[in-house]
């Protein structure tokens, strides 16, 4: 995990499906982990996903306060 990743679960949204155009930070657990279940997509999406499933499971959504705040 690297600084640059945390501001981009904060900033990029959500390209496609029932949750298009919500910041991937914002997005519900229950979709993150039916993705963790049926596979993340490939690339910078999937990364970014996987990252916003642990930090939401772990309970440490938290972290991203101070981002948003930018």
């Avoid at 981009?8 to 959500?14: C, F, G, K, N």
């Avoid at 999937?46 to 705040?69: I, T």
């Amino acid at each position: 995990m690297n600084p640059e990743s945390l501001l981009l679960l904060v900033t990029r949204t959500m390209p496609y499906g029932k949750y298009q155009g919500r910041l991937i930070a914002d997005l519900p657990g229950h979709y993150l982990n039916w993705f963790a279940r049926e596979g993340f997509p490939k690339g910078e999406l999937g990364s970014l996903l996987a990252l916003m499933q642990e930090l939401d499971h772990n309970g440490l959504s938290l972290l991203l306060d101070p981002l948003r705040k930018r």
